[in-house]
């Protein structure tokens, strides 16, 4: 993708029930066997989150983002959007296109949740490549970090995330895909898919643990995995020292908040370090340099992920 290029057009398949709309970069890959990369977004963010990761991405190497349901150019799901049933409905995606290639799955934030759903349901077979880790969440995520938090919550207010956090001035899109990342994410089919997501959240954590895989590590065996942990705190202390000047939160929710932030990065890595335990060829980054959004602050060490799964791969 140039600087100057818009988003690319994508292709509606019908899953059943609905279209979802993917996008498809880069050239078909010269055998079924080569890895493709495909990319699944967090909780209520555009899939043109992944801009700047597919623009650095080797120009020979296929990649795909879509549209979850409710989302850009996709339908609407007749289903809630739990983890589940948002894994389910990208299996059905990737069987109608089809992706017979063995993915790569870039995935950030709640991705972390979805993918496990996604690999619980159609298993670790070989259409599993390796995985790359965006500051994914963890099952116990909320448990140990949680940033619904009541106290943020009181601190931080309501505020634009994307300035309070430094975004606006640190992302590395484009100028063009920068505007195509904001207006998609301000439509309202967006806010109200986003309400849809947020209402499922909480209680997915609770689904994934019921299912008790952490007894089944590593439940992608020896495949290659790559974490990537963002720095929490650098995200929470911007966004606190907006608050406090807006005059958000009160004294002991403020210092609750500021409890919550000092601890937020050794418990955030701790988080990072466990999702090692999901295969025996693991590697572990710190993007110090990003809070939760690396891929729009630091996407080289996303692509650098990316690379890192393939070199393993490529040696095998």
Avoid at 76 to 87: G, V
Avoid at 143 to 171: C, S
Avoid at 227 to 253: F, K, L, P
């Amino acid at each position: 993708m140039s600087s100057s290029a818009p988003p690319p057009a994508p292709t509606l398949v019908n899953i059943g029930t609905h279209s979802l709309a993917l996008y498809t970069h880069g050239p078909e890959p010269s055998s079924s066997k080569n890895p493709v990369v495909l990319f699944v977004t967090g909780l209520a963010t555009s899939s043109l989150v992944w801009s700047a990761v597919i623009r650095l991405l080797p120009p020979t190497l296929r990649s795909y983002n879509y549209d979850r349901s409710g989302y850009g150019s996709s339908g609407h799901s007749t289903l809630a959007p739990t983890a589940e049933n948002i894994a389910l409905e990208l299996s059905l995606l990737i069987q109608k296109v089809p992706i017979e290639n063995p993915l790569i799955i870039v995935g950030h934030s709640w991705a972390g949740v979805i993918v496990r759903e996604f690999v619980a349901l159609t298993g670790n077979g070989p259409h599993i490549a390796g995985l790359v880790l965006v500051d994914a969440n963890h099952e116990t995520s909320l448990e140990v970090l949680n940033f619904l938090d009541e106290n943020l919550g009181a601190v931080f207010g309501d505020m634009d995330p994307l300035a309070a956090k430094g975004i606006r001035t640190e992302h590395k899109l484009t100028a063009v895909e920068w505007d195509a990342f904001v207006r998609d994410e301000a439509s309202e089919k967006f806010r109200l898919q986003e309400e849809k997501e947020f209402a499922e959240y909480t209680l997915s954590f609770t689904t994934l643990q019921k299912r008790q895989l952490a007894k089944q590590q590593p439940s992608f065996g020896d495949k290659p995995v790559f974490v990537i942990g963002g720095m929490t705190s650098r995200d929470w202390r911007r966004q606190y020292a907006v608050g406090v000047e807006q005059g958000h939160g009160t004294v002991e929710q403020r210092r609750c908040a500021w409890e919550m932030i000092r601890l937020a990065d050794e418990k955030g890595d701790g988080l990072m370090e466990d999702h090692l335990r999901l295969s025996t060829r693991g590697k572990l980054v710190f993007a110090r340099e990003s809070g939760h959004f690396v891929q729009l602050t630091q996407p080289d060490v996303v692509v650098d992920g990316v690379k890192w799964v393939l070199g393993e791969l490529q040696a095998e």
